[in-house]
């Protein structure tokens, strides 16, 4: 089992009995939450609100810097493949809009980085396939079945 946070990126991995088998951390993926990124994300929740008063009422009370954390996730989503590989989605605010997963070892070493049709959602991580469900213009639930080419870095 992996269990993590995304406050920061570190994993602690647990063996079937429980028992903690490991904690990696991958430095280098935090990123400070900066104020011109609040007032971005403002003034797009506002735009999409139509602009109202009520709706910009409401976003200076929800992006109120005393609110905001200081650092922006580190991830979003974690998968483990049948190889004993841990796939970590890029943060995106927006789900749809991610493309990347990075992989590790169990050890935390990094192995590469995985970029995907924007907005694919992961079903299952084989061996030696990807079944994703990439966005569909007409929003028809479609699969589809990639090949995964897995260089041997040992």
Known sequence: MIVGTSDRFEFKLFDFEGALAGIFRAPGFE????????????ETSIQEGGGEPEVRRQADEFFSPDLQPAMVPAFMG?????????????????????ESWFVFRETGELLGRVVLPTGSEIHAILS?????QPPHELDVPVLRVHRLARVDSS
Not at 80 to 92: A, F, H, N, T
Not at 128 to 132: F, K, Q, S
Request: hydrophobic share 35%; net charge neutral; aromatic share 8%.
């Open 31 to 42: 990123k400070p939450l900066t104020t011109e990124m609040i007032l971005a994300e403002k």
């Open 78 to 98: 974690v998968e483990y493949d049948p190889s004993g590989l841990i796939w970590v989605g890029e943060y995106k605010r927006r789900p749809e809009l991610r």
């Open 128 to 132: 030696d396939r990807i079944l994703l």
